[in-house]
């Protein structure tokens, strides 16, 4: 079956930088495309990033824009999310993420499977 396992999480001050880094397993990884959602304490899980099979196509969150950058490394079997210039409102547990259907498209991302999540605090 499909497994995600996400790491990188941590404590940080406010301004700092964090990788976050999932790994897959169970299927072809190069043929999906996979998103990063975070969920704060009390909210809804939120859409963050995702990015294209190919890893040619990115989509982000407007809060996120020009601060995070999703990758991927096929051969790795494995995404990124390169966080910078954090903020204490960025603090979530954040969630890997990926669909059932090949090829979808970045904004049309919805997931199927989910990892377990890693925790980010940014401290002010």
């Known amino acids: 079956q499909v497994q995600l396992v996400e790491s990188g999480g941590g404590l940080v001050q406010a301004g700092g930088s964090l990788r976050l880094s999932c790994a897959a397993s169970?299927?072809?990884?190069?043929?999906?495309?996979m998103g990063w959602f975070r969920q704060a304490p009390g909210k809804e899980r939120d859409f963050v990033a995702a990015?294209?099979?190919?890893?040619?196509?990115?989509s982000y969150a407007d809060s996120v824009k020009g601060r995070f950058t999703i990758s991927r490394d096929n051969a790795k079997n494995t995404m990124y999310l390169q966080m910078n210039s954090l903020k204490p409102e960025d603090t979530a547990v954040y969630y890997c993420?990926?669909?059932?259907?090949?090829?979808?498209?970045?904004?049309?991302?919805?997931?199927?499977?989910w990892g377990q999540g890693t925790q980010v605090t940014v401290s002010s």
């Open positions: 990015i294209s099979w190919s890893g040619g196509s990115t």
């Open positions: 993420a990926a669909p059932k259907r090949p090829y979808t498209t970045p904004r049309a991302l919805s997931p199927d499977y």
């Open positions: 169970g299927r072809t990884f190069s043929s999906f495309a």
